[in-house]
């Protein structure tokens, strides 16, 4: 299994097996692999990242969390549009009735923060399930959060986009690629890579997407080790204080050859959302 590619729904439907008491099958990487990073994040530090939750389908121990969100305006949250897929929720985002977003509280166990209902979900048309392209969906809060749990979303051109530049992400996912779901938040330091790197790692054919720098965002460690991982996706990439990525797909998970993909926020955001 080592190099297949992750598709994008492994990590929700990893989720799935691991509630239903199944195996998971996420890929598994080298032992060594330390996927977002093996640091704990303080909600203070980040406090514009969420969870999206539902107990009913996920189970309750970890809150029903399954996949990360972000927060870009009081009642606005990004996440990636994969994460609202049938496969992933078993029928539309409406009808998973226990659905919503868990905002200030990095311990999911915990009870801080608070847990807000979704009144709408638009995932972005240009979205190709297949490639992943276009990979974004913004829900729509009933209730506005703090002004102070909003980030800004870098535009195309800034400097927090060129490659080189440190970039951290963040969320609840797989600490170890073999389904170690984390409880609380994590984070792990990242680079943007160039394009090209990605397109060498992910040229299509067989059964993965080709990499596509138009919508996605490549970022990753050269050295391997640090990444997002199943159970990340939606969750933010940040670079100079700016969101850049919402976490994607990627094959396996901190494989150096392997980097993580993002979706380019800048080029699908919506002007108006
Ligand atoms: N598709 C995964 C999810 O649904 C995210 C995978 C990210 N993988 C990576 N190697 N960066 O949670």
Known sequence: MRGSLTRALTGAMGLIAAAAGQAVTAAPVAADSVVVGGRPARIADAPWVVA????????????????GGVVVAPTKVLTAAHCLGREVLGGEPWEVRDFVVIAGRAALRGQGGQEVRVS???VNPDYDPTTNAGDLAVLTLVSALPQSSVIGVARE??????PG????????????????YASTLRTARVQVLPDSTCEQAYPGGGFGA???GDTMLCAGDPQGGKDACQGDSGGPLVAKGLLVGLVSWG???GQAENPGVYT??????PARF
């Open 120 to 122: 709408d979900t638009w």
């Open 210 to 212: 080709p990499y596509q």
């Open 157 to 162: 051109g800034d400097a927090a986009l060129t």
């Open 264 to 269: 380019r926020v800048s080029a699908v955001l």
């Open 52 to 67: 999206l939750s539902s107990r009913d389908r996920f189970g309750g121990t970890r809150a029903g969390q399954f996949c």
């Open 251 to 253: 094959s396996g998970c």
């Open 165 to 180: 530049t440190e970039a951290d992400v963040f969320g609840w996912g797989d600490t170890t690629g073999n389904g170690t």
